[in-house]
Structure formats: C-alpha cells, structure tokens
C-alpha cells in the first residue's frame, strides 16, 4: 500500500549564525533528532493488521464438528440448532453465512444475552481458534463465504472518492460515525480492519445496506478497504485524531510545536558565547563583569 506522503512542511532554518563550532553542530544533530522522532512517529502506525485466513480446503471434520458444539452452547437458543432461524432472531444462512459469522464475532456483536439487545462491538467473546471452528460451521449451512480482500492491491484515491459517495452519508467523511436514524448507529470505523470493512460491504450488517459484487467489484472493495486503513492511521487532516476539532487546528498544532522547538534551537545556537571571535560588544560586555578565565561561560 502506498500512503500519500503527509501534507505537511517543515521550516528550514536558513543563515544560522555562525557562533561556536560545538553549540552549531549540537544545534544540528538535535534539529536532526527532532526531523527524525517526526518521521518515525508519522510511519510507527502504518503497519496494516493482517490476519490468517483458512483456506477452505485446510477445513477439516473435526473443525466443523467443534463449531457445531460451539454454535449449540452459544447461538442455537436463538438461531435455531441448525441455524435455520426462529422467530427471534434470522437464519444464518439468510443474514451472510460463514462472512456474517465471522464478522459479528470478530467484531463482538455476537452473542446477544437478550434477542431485543441491540448489536454492537464489543471484545471477542471467543478466541480465534473458536471463530475459526464456528466460521466452520456457519459455511456448512450455506450464504456467503468470507470474503477476500487485499489492500495492497487498493487504491487509496480511488477507495476516497467511492467511501464519499457510498459510505460517507452514514460514517461520515472522516469515518468518525453518526447517527443513521431509527435509534441505529453507522459506528467510527477505526477499528475496522480490512476484512471486517470487505465482510461488512458483502453482508450490509444491521442498517447497513448490502454492496453487491455485481455493482462492487473485489477491486472496489480493496480500493474502499485501503482507504479505511489510511484513515484509520493517517495523521493527516481528516484522520481521526484530530477529526472533532478539523485540519485547522492540526496546522495549528503543528506550527505552535515545530515552530517553537525551531525558534528554541535557533535562540540557543545564536546565544552569545565569552571570547568568540568578532563577538564585538557582547565580547567587552562579557569581559567586564567576569574575573575568571573566559571559557567559564555566562549562562543567562
Ligand atoms: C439471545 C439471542 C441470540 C444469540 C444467543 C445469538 N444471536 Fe445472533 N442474532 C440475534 C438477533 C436478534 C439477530 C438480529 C439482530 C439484528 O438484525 O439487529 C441476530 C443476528 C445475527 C447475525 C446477522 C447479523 C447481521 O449481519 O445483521 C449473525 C451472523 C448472527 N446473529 C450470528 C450469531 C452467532 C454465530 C451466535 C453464537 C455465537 C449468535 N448469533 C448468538 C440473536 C441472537
Ligand atoms: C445507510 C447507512 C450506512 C451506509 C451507507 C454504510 N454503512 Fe457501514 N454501517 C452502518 C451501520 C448502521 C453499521 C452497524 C451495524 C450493526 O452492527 O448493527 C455499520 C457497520 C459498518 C462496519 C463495522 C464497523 C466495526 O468496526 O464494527 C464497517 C466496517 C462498515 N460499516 C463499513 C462501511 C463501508 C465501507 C461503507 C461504504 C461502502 C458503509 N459502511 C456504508 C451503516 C451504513
């Protein structure tokens, strides 16, 4: 994945005054540690998470048969023992299948304690060992198999200008969520891996609307997950960070820190120093009030 290099410029201190061999190279190896922390802070969270998927044909028995226990324990009361849905809550199969399953219980949304409970993330309740099994299972009973998708393969302008059109009416530009009416909720999207955004376009969970392949095509589906991933670690305008108070008040920030730790350097390199050649009255100044040798210094 390629992220757009951060929109951001940083000052250069021009024509540093030459005062001391020492304070100026000081000066410079510490604007260069300053340079570098920002760049390492900028790229430290861009790792994309990834996560193992089976492939279908590793699915053995004996997988299919633990999650078949897990889903009589966890899911049958209100699913039915086959999945095949009761009057509270909908056949497995009808809602997504294996994609459905694997995306309500990586993201917590399942189980309910209550049919009326509304779903929302929450942590896991079951390891991935578990999900795998119960994914198992959920594959059997027909619906969707979990999706592909490849993020590497996204293109992060292209996943924008679909996520404005497509997405941003219900999670927002930014991907910070909003209320989406009828008591629903189109949740922050930043802890949205690229899996759960392909699983959530395949099966449209809850109010959300179902993306079909026919009209979003898997290139599509990188290009929106990508896009996802870039705001989610961004630190841009329009990431999440800072979405509440806007790309202003980052510029803000940015200048106020970088600006004043520049100015800071730039004010310590340039303070006068006893006996530098050519110090002219600042040298006098300094003569006059100290009594022991010049290299004592004056720290004011
Ligand atoms: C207490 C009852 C209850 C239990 C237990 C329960 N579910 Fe559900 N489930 C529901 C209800 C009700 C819905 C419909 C929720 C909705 O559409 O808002 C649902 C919806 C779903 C959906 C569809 C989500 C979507 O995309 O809209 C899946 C998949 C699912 N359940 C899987 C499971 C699995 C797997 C388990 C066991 C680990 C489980 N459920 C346990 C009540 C339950
Ligand atoms: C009509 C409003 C609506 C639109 C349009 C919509 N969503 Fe959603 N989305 C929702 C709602 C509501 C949920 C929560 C579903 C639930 O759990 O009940 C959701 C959940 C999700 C989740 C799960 C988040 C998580 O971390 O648990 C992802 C990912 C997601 N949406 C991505 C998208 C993407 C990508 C698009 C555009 C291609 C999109 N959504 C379009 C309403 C919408």
């Known amino acids: 994945m390629s992220l757009p290099s951060p929109r951001r410029s940083r000052g ?11 304070a100026h190279q000081l000066g410079g190896w510490l604007v260069l540690g300053l340079l570098g922390l920002g760049a390492a802070a900028l790229w430290a969270s861009s790792a994309t998470p990834t996560r193992a998927v089976d492939s279908p044909g590793q699915t053995s028995q004996s997988t299919i048969d633990a999650g078949a226990r897990l889903f009589i324990q966890s899911c049958a009361a209100c699913h039915g023992a086959a999945g095949q849905g009761t009057s509270v809550a909908p056949a497995i199969a009808s809602v997504g299948g294996a994609a459905a399953v694997d995306f309500v219980l990586r993201t917590g949304r ?8 509304q779903m929302q993330r929450n942590p896991p309740a079951f390891d991935e060992t578990q999900i795998r099994e119960l994914d198992a299972f959920a594959a059997t ?14 293109n992060i302008s292209r996943g924008q200008s679909l996520f404005i059109q497509n997405c941003a009416a219900c999670h927002a530009a930014t991907g910070a969520g909003d209320a989406v009416g009828g008591g629903y909720v189109a949740p922050r999207l930043d802890q949205a891996d690229p899996l759960t955004v392909a699983e959530a376009m395949r099966i449209g969970p809850g109010a959300m609307p179902v993306f079909n392949p026919k009209l979003y095509s898997q290139q599509a589906v990188d290009d929106i997950a990508a896009y996802v991933q870039y705001l989610r ?68």
């Open 12 to 22: 250069r201190p021009t024509g540093r005054p030459r005062r001391g061999a020492l």
């Open 233 to 300: 670690h961004a630190p841009s305008p329009g990431g999440f960070a800072l979405a509440e108070v806007g790309p202003v008040a980052e510029g803000f920030v940015a200048i106020v820190v970088g600006l004043g730790l520049l100015l800071l350097v730039i004010r310590w390199i340039g303070r006068p120093r006893p006996g530098a050649a050519g110090a002219g009255a600042n040298g006098g100044e300094a003569g006059g009030r100290t009594d022991g040798p010049a290299e004592s210094g004056q720290r004011t």
């Open 141 to 154: 009973l027909g619906g969707l198999p979990i999706p592909s998708v490849d993020v590497t393969r996204g």
């Open 110 to 117: 399942m189980p309910l304690s209550a049919p009326t409970q």
